[in-house]
């Protein structure tokens, strides 16, 4: 059985530029996350989905970032502009009975 | 809100058995969760204990938990070089299916 699969692994960028992040869950579980994980810092939610309903964007910072997940199977993180302390690992987890499981993460750096 | 801690950093010797410690804050937590972190890659969750145990045994992992001194503690028998990750602390209560992780603490086994 496949895991969650993120894509990019890696993503160098200039700052004020935009960039996307995409997540693909195992398949059959409805629950979605995305996690912002610091150098030398545990993971931090930024938005928890039910299906396709955001049901905890509490932290997610909404002046540049955003996220969909249009058909309640994978999901899309944005960031438009791009700042220089948004370098940092971006992990998607997926979850149907309460146990998370995560990806390997999309590792992003901010010029 | 919510504060998980750990200490940043365990080294032990091959076959000697690690001990990471925890503590939180939160005193409705209902689950306490470890996952372990290799590099580059995501969180797995090794084991977890619902908050009315004292103790969990899993094969080389031993969970103890403190529920008055919201303290919990990971030990691993017979330490192999395959263990060296970063190790995280993580709790959730009944009305968040939220996830606040530690710091994290990284093991070195050494030879």
């Known amino acids: 059985e496949a895991g969650v699969v993120q894509s990019p692994r890696y993503k160098i960028i200039e700052k004020k530029q935009p960039v996307a992040f995409w997540c693909n869950p195992i398949s059959g579980h409805n629950t979605l996350y995305w996690y912002l994980q610091n150098l030398g810092q545990g993971p931090e939610l930024l938005i928890r989905?039910?299906?396709?309903?955001?049901?905890?964007d509490s932290q997610l910072p909404k002046d540049r970032f955003s996220a969909e997940r249009l058909k309640g199977v994978d999901s899309t993180l944005k960031i438009q502009p791009a700042e220089l302390g948004d370098s940092a690992v971006y992990l998607c987890?997926?979850?149907?009975?309460?146990?998370?499981?995560f990806g390997e993460g999309s590792r992003l750096t901010v010029l | 809100g919510e504060d998980v801690e750990q200490s940043l950093f365990l080294s032990v010797r091959e076959g000697d058995s690690s001990v990471i410690n925890c503590t939180y804050t939160d005193s409705s937590s209902t689950y306490l969760y470890w996952y372990k972190q290799e590099p580059g890659a995501g969180l797995q969750l090794l084991t977890y204990i619902f908050s009315n145990m004292d103790m969990k045994q899993d094969q080389r992992l031993t969970v103890l938990l403190n529920k008055k001194d919201k303290h919990l503690s990971l030990r691993i028998a017979d330490t192999q070089t395959g263990d060296s990750a970063i190790y995280f602390c993580?709790?959730?209560?009944?009305?968040?299916?939220?996830?606040?992780f530690g710091t994290g603490t990284r093991l070195q086994v050494f030879p």
């Open positions: 989905y039910e299906n396709e309903e955001a049901v905890d």
């Open positions: 987890a997926s979850s149907m009975t309460g146990e998370l499981f």
């Open positions: 993580a709790e959730s209560s009944y009305n968040t299916d939220k996830l606040i």
